[in-house]
């Protein structure tokens, strides 16, 4: 039987759903949409020839070497470029004492191993991504590594309860991350 106060209890069962909805969601606003297009290419590139030794060309080495990661189709020389921008990308990183661009760049490398069918090599890659990122307490980057190794896992078996458990790591530093 609804109670007078009923409106009030599911308007915060609506709230509580649409603040669970955002923090999943948040990341991605966060985080903006990096580069999607050629044209976006093209005009990163002229940035990076710009720019010098800074955090930004770090970020926009990522986004480019992400770009060619995700082109479509299994091209080896967009996996090539994909890890060139990445090394750079590191090597940068460490030069300027950059964390977040160090383990963006490591999550990189990890998921450029994977689309290139080294399971055993991106694990690794992963793995360390999450220690470095736990050890800078970098809560982004975590969620992210989390995520990258728990898209190694299929849907079946034993790999569905490991898919499971690092996604539960994932949600849990992107609430921690919402709540900080």
């Known amino acids: 039987m609804w109670t007078r106060n009923s409106a ?5 069962k609506n709230i509580k759903f649409l603040l669970i909805a955002f923090v999943l969601i948040n990341p991605v606003f966060v ?4 580069i999607r297009t ?4 093209e005009v990163a590139e002229i940035k990076l020839r710009r720019l010098g030794q800074t955090e930004n060309k770090v ?4 986004d480019a070497g992400t770009y060619y990661l995700n082109l479509p189709g299994e091209v080896k020389a967009d996996l090539a470029t994909a890890m060139n921008l990445q ?7 460490q030069k300027i004492e950059y964390p ?6 490591i999550v990189l490398k990890g998921n450029i191993l994977r689309e290139s069918g080294d399971k055993a090599g991106s694990t690794k890659t992963y793995n360390q ?7 800078f307490d970098l809560k982004d980057q975590l969620a992210e590594a989390y995520a990258a190794i728990g898209a190694l896992f299929s849907n079946e078996g034993t790999d569905l309860e490991k898919r499971l458990a690092t996604m539960k790591n994932r949600w849990l530093y992107t609430v921690r991350l919402a709540i900080s």
Request: aromatic share 6%; no cysteine.
């Open 8 to 12: 009030i209890i599911l308007l915060s």
């Open 31 to 34: 985080k903006g949409q990096g």
């Open 38 to 41: 050629k044209a976006e290419v």
């Open 59 to 62: 970020d926009l080495l990522v």
């Open 87 to 93: 090394g750079q990308a590191f090597g940068l990183a």
């Open 100 to 105: 977040r661009g160090i383990a963006r760049s």
């Open 129 to 135: 991504a999450i220690a470095y990122t736990s050890k």
